[in-house]
């Protein structure tokens, strides 16, 4: 059974640091592209950024500059770091598991999910 467990979410003001953790257990992570989304109360999941296996990323307009992703492959782990963070960016974040090596920014891609982990930035 597959599964993602992220953490790192928590309350911070406008212009703080996050780092974003996800896990995954149940499958070979060097071999699946990796992403985060998120949702914001009332609106649509959105996507945030997403890496390959070899490492190039995609990232969402709205976080370009902010946010960084990465991963360690050793420790079948993604990581989703965000700085100077927003009012805007309060959402749940959630980690996805691709469906193949490649990344993308369509939802649809993406076959395992984690739980969430709620991102609260007050002004």
């Known amino acids: 059974q597959v599964q993602l467990v992220e953490s790192g979410g928590g309350l911070v003001q406008t212009g703080d640091s996050l780092r974003l953790s996800c896990v995954t257990s149940?499958?070979?992570?060097?071999?699946?592209?990796m992403g985060w989304f998120r949702q914001a109360p009332g609106k649509e999941r959105e996507f945030v950024s997403s890496?390959?296996?070899?490492?190039?990323?995609y990232y969402a307009d709205s976080v370009k500059g902010r946010f960084t992703i990465s991963r360690d492959n050793a420790k079948n782990t993604v990581y989703l770091q965000m700085n100077y963070l927003k009012v805007e960016d309060t959402a749940i974040y959630y980690c996805?598991?691709?469906?193949?090596?490649?990344?993308?920014?369509?939802?649809?891609?993406?076959?395992?999910w984690g739980q969430g982990t709620q991102v609260t930035v007050s002004s």
């Open positions: 149940g499958r070979t992570f060097i071999d699946y592209a």
């Open positions: 890496i390959w296996t070899g490492g190039q990323t």
């Open positions: 996805a598991g691709g469906s193949s090596y490649r990344a993308s920014r369509d939802s649809r891609d993406y076959i395992h």
